[in-house]
């Protein structure tokens, strides 16, 4: 069993910054392919960024490219998302998830992570 905390979401002008944080149990973090996925208002749950494992490759919703970095410690068991130059579409609640049935591939579909935060709200103001 895994256990994911997300945190640092919050209210952001346009514009702005803000950097999520996902805090994981479990001894194998390192093996584990990290996601990134929001879910706004009468919407279906989106993927936004992932990260491999202990190599770190990264990939990203074209939506995000250029603005959001996926990053990982893996001493601290986290991983994080940075997101600049935010824009109102991103508001919607985050989630983070985590693959940990192996796997070296990208993994952007719902189905294909193992373990879910319960979410942090982030609300970008127009």
């Known amino acids: 069993q895994v256990q994911l905390v997300e945190s640092g979401g919050g209210l952001v002008q346009a514009g702005g910054s803000l950097r999520l944080s996902c805090a994981a149990s479990g001894r194998t973090f390192s093996t584990y392919t990290m996601g990134w996925f929001r879910q706004a208002p009468g919407k279906e749950r989106e993927f936004v960024a992932a990260?491999?494992?202990?190599?770190?490759?990264?990939y990203y919703a074209d939506s995000v490219k250029g603005r959001f970095t996926i990053s990982r410690d893996n001493a601290k068991n986290t991983v994080y998302l940075q997101m600049n130059t935010l824009k109102f579409e991103d508001t919607a609640v985050y989630y983070c998830?985590?693959?940990?049935?192996?796997?070296?591939?990208?993994?952007?579909?719902?189905?294909?992570?193992?373990?879910w935060g319960q979410g942090t709200q982030v609300t970008v103001s127009a």
């Open positions: 998830a985590a693959r940990v049935r192996g796997g070296t591939y990208y993994y952007t579909v719902r189905g294909e992570y193992d373990y």
């Open positions: 990260i491999r494992r202990s190599g770190g490759g990264t």
